[in-house]
């Protein structure tokens, strides 16, 4: 598990490894590492969901921190690479390192990222709810609309659907028992 402090360590790695190297990067944060990065959701995630640059360099590098700091080797990894279409998502800067940049998909972009998911183990659906709060969404449907603007028509299931709707109804209960 990585929590804040692990993730900002690795990235200074990262950019001090790069600079030896004489290579600028980029990383784009989703998911688990955005929402706690960006948003303080949670207090660890497993690992770093994200689309970067220069590919081949980065996972080198990124191996070699995992194999001396005893991490997964995929703690670093492009698995949301087909669901990040940048010409559509904002990005916004996280840290910017001497030759390391960090961003993360905007609120948006994550909310879209999730009602894809739709993925029932409690996280997908605590980080959901959390979006909806941040963007003050009013109805189940304003999080569909969010979706339809970022993700393909195909991805939004019916399994997508009522798992927003059950997300927006818990989001309600919570604000209601304020």
Do not use: C
């Amino acid at each position: 598990m990585l929590n804040k402090d692990d993730i900002e360590g690795y990235f200074k790695e990262l950019n001090k490894r790069l600079g030896e190297a004489g290579i600028k990067g980029r990383i784009l944060m989703a998911g688990g590492a955005s929402m706690l990065t960006m948003f303080g959701v949670s207090e660890s995630t497993l690992d770093i969901d994200a689309v970067f640059e220069p590919s081949k360099e980065m996972k080198e590098i990124a191996k070699r921190i995992a194999n001396e700091n005893d991490l997964e080797e995929d703690w670093l990894n492009d698995g949301v690479k087909g669901f990040i279409d940048t010409s559509k998502m904002k990005s916004v800067l996280y840290k910017e390192y001497s030759n390391l940049v960090v961003e993360s998909i905007d609120a948006e972009g994550l909310l879209a990222m999730k009602v894809v998911s739709a993925r029932n183990n409690g996280k997908d659906e605590e980080d959901l709810i959390a979006l909806m709060g941040y963007l003050n969404i009013g109805a189940a449907e304003n999080a569909l609309d969010i979706a339809e603007k970022y993700m393909p028509e195909r991805l939004l299931t019916a399994k997508s659907q009522y798992f927003t709707q059950e997300a927006f109804n818990k989001y309600i209960e919570g604000k209601r028992s304020r």
